[in-house]
């Protein structure tokens, strides 16, 4: 079994910034791609961006130039660093791995989910 454990949201006003971590435990082979997707209230889960296991990345238009995605394998470590927040970034945010569990088997974990409030 895996675990991620998310971290780091908060309030804030809008224009601050907030780093949120999340940390992969448990029965790891490897860590291939990870992640954050958020929930804002009344709202579908959306992706919000990704990095793989070399430290490619892909970012959504609404955060790019504001948000920045990095991974330190070391640490099984995931972390989203966000800028110049704005009031519709509240969401509740959380991470997510595909982690190779096994020696032909793979799956994706979620963590619980870190609130941030992007206050105006």
């Known amino acids: 079994q895996v675990q991620l454990v998310a971290s780091g949201g908060g309030l804030v006003q809008a224009g601050g910034s907030l780093r949120l971590s999340c940390v992969a435990s448990?029965?790891?082979?490897?860590?291939?791609?990870m992640g954050w997707h958020r929930q804002a209230p009344g709202k579908q889960r959306e992706l919000v961006a990704t990095i793989t296991s070399t430290g490619s990345t892909n970012i959504v238009d609404s955060v790019k130039g504001r948000f920045t995605i990095s991974r330190d394998n070391a640490k099984n470590t995931v972390y989203l660093q966000m800028n110049s927040l704005k009031p519709e970034d509240t969401a509740v945010y959380y991470c997510y791995a595909n982690v190779r569990d096994g020696y032909f088997h793979s799956s994706d974990y979620w963590g619980q989910g870190t609130q941030v409030t992007v206050s105006s």
């Open positions: 448990g029965r790891i082979f490897s860590l291939n791609t």
